[in-house]
Antibody
Framework: VQLEQSGAEVKKPGASVKVSCKTS????????LNWVRQAPGQGLEWLGW????????GYAPKFQGRVTMTRNTSIKTAYLELSSLKSDDTAVYYC???????????????????WGQGTLVSVSS | DIQMTQSPSSLSASVGDRVTITCQAS??????LNWYQQKPGKAPKLLIY???NLATGVPSRFSGDGSGTDFTFTIINLQPEDFATYYC?????????FGGGTKVEIK
């Protein structure tokens, strides 16, 4: 299993950024993909998940309206787009494969068993 | 939203030591609790899932325990490669969240 992310980005405040996560070594449509970010010297923050099978996505409330997660199944690649960038969006952004499972009553994100190498997004005027 | 509180935020230990980290959830997360290891400049790595299950290929010196709101993560016989930052993460509901991390440093 490999998740290969696109390279570092430098953006100005107010701009948008699109990060890609190219997968290999497993069936792309069988596992949800999640995005997690880490600001410099800080902890981990979850942005949301996407089903590569259906294209359905769910976003953390903090990012709702600014984040879009999409995919291209023909090239087994997922994308994170974040708009209206601010300086505190400066972070390393990771894609992570989720175990994802459903019980008789609910579905869960699960655990992240494979991660991309991370993409540094720097926002500065 | 469920808040995850890890303690301590950092600790110093020696090779061969036993290290225990705690993670407390602000609400019952059942056993939907995972632990990750992160080394500087690297992506996190899954160590424990569902509170106590060892991920594939993870050495048995790592273990996890707990349910509900209180969880522990233990490393016995600390090895040089174990000096890193450790994070807990719940997935009981959305948004899922991580603890603030515990940095394990060399004494």
């Amino acid at each position: 299993v490999q998740l290969e992310q696109s390279g570092a980005e430098v953006k100005k405040p107010g701009a948008s950024v699109k990060v890609s996560c190219k997968t290999s070594g497993y069936t792309f449509t069988s596992y949800d993909l999640n995005w997690v970010r880490q600001a410099p010297g800080q902890g981990l923050e979850w942005l949301g998940w996407m089903s590569p099978d259906s294209g359905d996505a769910g976003y953390a409330p903090k990012f709702q309206g600014r984040v879009t997660m999409t995919r291209n199944t023909s090239i087994k690649t997922a994308y994170l787009e974040l708009s209206s960038l601010k300086s505190d969006d400066t972070a390393v952004y990771y894609c992570a494969r989720g175990s994802g499972f459903c019980t008789s009553t609910s579905c869960y994100i699960g655990w992240f068993d494979s991660w991309g190498q991370g993409t540094l997004v720097s926002v500065s005027s | 939203d469920i808040q995850m509180t890890q303690s301590p935020s950092s600790l110093s230990a020696s090779v061969g030591d036993r290290v225990t980290i705690t993670c407390q959830a602000s609400q019952d997360v059942n056993n939907y609790l995972n632990w990750y290891q992160q080394k500087p400049g690297k992506a996190p790595k899954l160590l424990i899932y569902d509170a106590s299950n060892l991920a594939t290929g993870v050495p048995s010196r790592f273990s996890g325990d707990g349910s509900g709101t209180d969880f522990t993560f233990t490393i016995i016989n600390l090895q040089p490669e174990d000096f890193a930052t450790y994070y807990c993460q719940h997935y009981r509901n959305l948004p899922l969240s991580f603890g603030g991390g515990t940095k394990v440093e060399i004494k």
